[in-house]
């Protein structure tokens, strides 16, 4: 009897890209949450609360993914069968991480959709919770729900983020444009995911490039703080 | 044309003139950061709730100072500055 862990689908390489985006998503969450402590304006700490959302919905991803095979072989005259079987608790660990991952993802997103939005509505606000509710459970039984949602939200993000280059001009703001117009593109792609796998994985690979165009932010202000505290 | 200051931009004003000075006077502060007498009133209590500078008195006369961590936020302005602005906060 012999145990394989399985990492995820194409041998595993999904799995990597969702560990990079825990990266990229928790450092932006810790930077912006760096933000909020020092001048305490609320918008910093919810969007330091959007992308911790992200992060966690990318470790339950990789648990989605996770699967143990067990593997046994039977003897039969001059034969050897080799058979794999899923272990089926780790099935209900798959579905409640899966369900976790929409969740949190959907609701990291609708958050920096609120943010940026900047509605101070309490009552447009309420019917806001309701409809994300809604979305949410019904994007937990339709795939395809989840991912038009996602493409939705993102749309009006990267038309925020296009207007936002527009106005300051400089690299970090058309890094963070050219981010989230990939990550929407990316989730054009898992649209048609359950139809082949190819889509799966281009959307991946389109969702690592995304969070790169972040990273590539993350370090520039990096080199940059670097530089300013060297001239003085 | 000159655009309009960003809040980040006043706040970064009023603490560079406490850094740059070891005690300074209402009056000093509404002169370098540009502000007038009622609109200096809510940064200067947004910096005083949020511990960036503190209040004290001498002479019956009432000063600011920077705090440690108001030099913290001068030293990470730039980059703050940079994220805010990249993701249009």
Redesign the interface.
């Known amino acids: 009897m012999e145990w394989t862990l399985v990492l995820g689908r194409f041998y595993g390489i999904d799995t990597f890209i969702e560990f990079l985006t825990i990266l990229v998503s928790l450092s932006v969450s810790f930077?912006?949450f760096?933000?909020y402590k020092?001048?305490?304006?609320k918008?910093?700490k919810w969007?330091s609360l959007a992308f911790l959302l992200l992060g966690i919905s990318f470790i339950f991803k990789i648990l989605s993914n996770i699967t143990f095979l067990h593997k046994f072989e039977v003897q039969e005259a001059n034969f050897v069968f080799t058979f794999m079987s899923h272990l089926k608790s780790m099935e209900i660990v798959n579905f409640f991480s899966f369900v976790f991952y929409k969740t949190f993802h959907l609701i990291g997103f609708l958050l920096l959709f609120l943010?940026?939005s900047k509605n101070e509505e309490r009552n447009k606000n309420i019917l806001f919770f309701y409809l994300s509710l809604i979305v949410v459970l019904f994007s937990i039984y339709f795939n395809f729900v989840f991912h038009i949602t996602l493409v939705f939200i993102l749309i009006y993000l990267t038309l925020?983020?296009y207007?936002?280059y527009k106005?300051?001009e400089?690299i970090?703001?058309f890094?963070?444009f050219m981010s989230f117009l990939i990550i929407l593109t990316s989730h054009l792609f898992f649209i048609f995911s359950d139809v082949n796998t190819l889509f799966y994985l281009f959307g991946e690979v389109l969702l690592l490039i995304g969070f790169m165009c972040l990273l590539t932010?993350q370090i520039?202000?990096?080199i940059?703080?670097k530089k300013?505290?060297k001239s003085? | 044309m000159k655009t309009k200051r960003t809040k980040l931009e006043i706040i970064r004003d009023l603490l560079d003139t406490l850094q740059k000075n070891r005690k300074v006077k209402i009056t000093h502060l509404i002169y370098k950061a540009n502000l007038s007498n009622n609109s200096i009133k809510p940064y200067l209590e947004e910096l005083l709730r949020n511990g960036l500078m503190e209040q004290f008195f001498e002479d019956e006369q009432r000063l600011f100072k920077i705090t440690s961590k108001g030099n913290e936020f001068l030293m990470e302005y730039s980059k703050i500055k940079v994220f805010s602005e990249s993701f249009g906060l």
């Open positions: 930077y912006s760096r933000v020092l001048i305490k304006d918008h910093y969007f943010i940026l925020y983020f207007e936002n106005k300051v400089n970090n703001a890094l963070v932010n520039r202000l990096k940059k703080s300013v505290l003085k």
